[in-house]
Each structure stands twice: as structure tokens, then as C-alpha cells.
């Protein structure tokens, strides 16, 4: 067995499941790392303490790993959401979005702006289709706009963004600020080409809640105030006791207190074992489960509305039966898990999704047949 295939022997989800854009049931490697630094903090001896310390450094350069990035560009977070708010409270001018973002990104921006006293302001675009592509980001430019931030992958149309492309249309003098929940570890993308990356591994990476990160390179510093600028973000060594210390030259500027080493170690546990497999790997079983899903789909006749071209998919798939809830709800009934939303059914499988799951999803449909067509 090589590599890829150790790798997707790994998941061990119930069959049916097809729901990773929601949540990833988390891998061995990280249910070991979690059970093995709580074992660690359950002694209260100094060199367990001093061990599960050392996760956050791992996480970092585990990321940066999979980032093509140096470790001290990164920084570890509760959430990708929190690595927003680091990202857009430090902004000023105006900041294109899509109004038809994932909330993370419109209701964080928003939050931003309104506490920011006039500094910075919302563009807000409706792209058809929820897609964001250059030629969407170019009607909104002027030159009061500073930066765009955009999902890498969207997570109604499944839509996946061309980074190069909108790195190219809005130049080098705007900042691009992605949150690439959706594709980070799935999807073999150049990030250099954006400013600021977020991400959090309880989807794809499969580290469970608690992991998120963000990449800020040198521009992105430059240009972004560390607003929510913590204890641990400065330029002191130790604890800044008695002092009002600059903030620290690195992304550490960008945190806010010390992370959580169980999920630290979660985060390290994950990042370590895909960049050992391959991203690209990866990405290619995980295309080849999404080109079974689609050949399902148009056998049972069901519309497909997300994009069909690998270069502009990653992990989901949208489907429009006729009667979405009810197709939802016999699925359900099958056990197999999915999303049901908006009139729509979205099924995200991953690289180790087994057959045996792609047969169920296949009979459900057939004893759902009634509620596929029109």
C-alpha cells in the first residue's frame, strides 16, 4: 500500500457519511494526540506541562508546512473566525466581499467596520451564482479599495475560487484575505499568492473544533494593525509585567492569549500526517469520490448546479432534486449524512469516503426516486 492509500484506510466514520463540509469526524491521529497530552496535563508534573507548551510551536510549523510559509507567519486560533477579526479590525478602506459569504466573513466584516470609526467600510457584491470570480471583484474596484476577502471555496455553490486570478486583478497594492476553510488540505492551491490565509481543522483536516490558524506574510503586517493584540503578542520576552511593550515583528502579533495545547496538538497531529501523504494526493482521491457522486447523480437524473471542472470544485457537490427535503430526509432515513439547505442538497464526500458508502448514496436515491425528477 502506498501513502495515500495508508492514509484513507485511516477514516473510520460510520458508512454514509457525506457531510465533511459540515464536519470532519476526527482522524486517529488526532483522537491519539488529544488522549496523549491530556494524559500529559493530567500529572500537573512540570516537563508534561512544558511538553504540551511545545504543541503550538508544532502546529505552526506543521501549517507553514502545507502553507509553503515560515512557521513565525503563522499563528494558532480558536477558530478561523477569530483569525478574521484579526485580519479585518486592523484594516482601512474599503473592503470588497460578497454578500453571500459564509457569515464568518460578512458578519465579521461588518463587526469591523461599524468599531472602526469610518476607517473602513464593506464593498459588498452579489456575484451570480454566489461565485466570486476576477471579472465580479473588478466592476467593484476603485481606488478607496484596499483588499478583498473571499472563501477559497464556497460553501453554498461549491464554487472554488481562482486565488491566481483575483491575485492578478487586484494587484499588488490590495490585500487578498482568504478564509480557506472549505479546501485547506484538500485542495493543491500556490498560497503564496494570498496575503493572509484562515482556516480551522475541524472540517477536512479532521482535527476536531478548536484548531484554527491564520498565515500573515510581511505585507499583510505591514498593513494591518494588531487591533486584538493580547498578552502574548508582544515584542517582550516572558510576561510583560510593568510594561506596555510594541507588539511583536512576527504574525504573533495577531493573538491574543495562549492556545489550547490539546487542540494545539490536535492541529499539529493533522497538518503533520497530510503533508507526510501529500496534498496532491489527496486532492486526486478526493476528485476521483466526487466524479463518483456526480455519475450518480445524472444516472438518477438530479440536477447538479456546482461546478463540474476540477479546477473549480474541491470537496462538494450541490444537488437540486425536485424535492430537496424530502430527497434530504430519505437520505437521512438511510443513513446517510448530508446537508439540506436553501433548496438544495449538498453532499461533500472526502479521499478516504469508502465505496460502500457511495453504493448507499446510491440506493437511497433509487428508493427516492419519486422526489429526484420532476
Not at 349 to 363: Q, R, V
Request: net charge negative; proline share 5%; hydrophobic share 50%.
Amino acid at each position: 500500500m502506498g501513502a495515500i492509500d495508508d492514509y484513507t484506510a485511516t477514516f473510520r466514520e460510520d458508512p454514509g457519511y457525506l457531510n465533511w463540509a459540515a464536519f470532519g469526524p476526527m482522524s486517529p491521529a488526532a483522537r491519539t494526540a488529544l488522549a496523549d497530552d491530556a494524559d500529559l496535563l493530567a500529572t500537573g508534573r512540570a516537563e508534561g506541562i512544558a511538553a504540551t507548551a511545545g504543541r503550538t510551536a508544532e502546529a505552526q510549523a506543521a501549517v507553514a508546512g502545507l502553507l509553503g510559509s515560515a512557521p513565525d507567519e503563522v499563528t494558532v486560533h480558536p477558530s478561523s473566525t477569530h483569525a478574521l477579526q484579526q485580519a479585518l479590525a486592523g484594516l482601512d478602506g474599503a473592503v470588497v466581499a460578497s454578500a453571500a459569504e459564509f457569515p464568518s466573513v460578512t458578519i465579521t466584516l461588518e463587526r469591523a467596520a461599524a468599531a472602526s470609526g469610518g476607517r473602513l467600510a464593506p464593498r459588498w457584491i452579489a456575484p451570480a451564482g454566489t461565485r466570486v470570480t476576477a471579472a465580479a471583484v473588478a466592476e467593484a474596484l476603485n481606488p478607496a479599495v484596499t483588499a478583498l476577502v473571499v472563501s477559497h471555496v464556497d460553501f453554498r455553490s461549491g464554487y472554488r475560487a481562482d486565488l491566481a486570478a483575483l491575485r492578478e486583478v487586484l494587484g499588488e497594492d490590495r490585500l487578498l484575505i482568504v478564509d480557506a476553510v472549505q479546501s485547506f488540505g484538500v485542495v493543491d492551491e500556490d498560497w503564496a499568492v494570498a496575503d493572509v490565509v484562515v482556516g480551522h481543522g475541524y472540517k477536512w483536516l479532521r482535527a476536531g473544533r478548536g484548531t484554527g490558524f491564520a498565515r500573515f506574510t510581511d505585507r499583510a503586517r505591514e498593513r494591518i494593525r494588531p487591533v486584538l493584540s493580547g498578552r502574548i503578542a508582544t515584542a517582550a520576552a516572558g510576561l510583560p509585567t510593568d510594561a506596555l511593550p510594541d507588539p511583536a515583528l512576527s504574525a504573533q502579533a495577531y493573538a491574543v492569549s495562549a492556545p489550547d495545547p490539546l487542540a494545539a496538538g490536535r492541529l499539529a497531529a493533522a497538518a503533520t500526517e497530510i503533508q507526510d501523504v501529500g496534498v496532491g494526493a489527496i486532492a486526486g482521491r478526493l476528485s476521483r469520490n466526487v466524479d463518483a457522486l456526480l455519475d450518480i447523480a445524472d444516472r438518477h437524473g438530479i440536477e447538479v448546479v456546482s461546478s463540474r471542472a476540477p479546477a473549480e470544485r474541491a470537496g462538494i457537490v450541490v444537488l437540486v432534486p425536485a424535492d430537496p427535503q424530502r430527497v434530504g430526509d430519505a437520505l437521512a432515513a438511510a443513513g446517510i449524512q448530508v446537508t439540506v439547505r436553501a433548496g438544495a442538497v449538498r453532499v461533500a464526500p472526502h479521499a478516504g469516503t469508502s465505496a460502500e458508502t457511495l453504493g448507499l448514496f446510491d440506493a437511497a436515491l433509487a428508493d427516492a426516486r419519486e422526489f429526484t425528477r420532476p
